[in-house]
């Protein structure tokens, strides 16, 4: 069974710093695409941030670059999400997920909240 499980959320200050993770079992994880996938209150999904886990290449959406980093380990199965600098507009339930085919995204975790706040 496919599990996607974020964690590392939580309330940051702005300018502050938060590590997301995201531990993937069920599937050999060095061979897809590996998203973070945003949605801030009242608004739709936006996808922030890509790898592709087998050589570690990455995509990401103009408002997060030079602040937001992704990596993975794949010897522990688990993607990571760097975000410093943080503003209040990066306030989102963010989630995980995985790519099968060119923009197909068929599993997804349950969401870690981050909340941007002074």
């Known amino acids: 069974e496919v599990q996607l499980v974020e964690s590392g959320g939580g309330l940051v200050q702005p300018g502050g710093s938060l590590r997301l993770s995201c531990a993937a079992s069920g599937f050999a994880f060095g061979t897809n695409w590996m998203h973070w996938v945003r949605q801030a209150p009242g608004k739709g999904l936006e996808w922030v941030i890509s790898?592709?886990?087998?050589?570690?290449?990455?995509n990401f959406v103009d408002s997060v670059g030079g602040r937001f980093t992704i990596s993975r380990d794949n010897t522990k199965n688990t993607m990571y999400l760097q975000m410093n600098a943080l503003k209040s507009e990066d306030t989102a339930l963010y989630y995980c997920a995985r790519e099968v085919v060119t923009g197909h995204f068929d599993y997804w975790g349950q969401g870690t909240q981050v909340t941007v706040s002074s």
């Open positions: 790898i592709y886990t087998h050589d570690g290449r990455s």
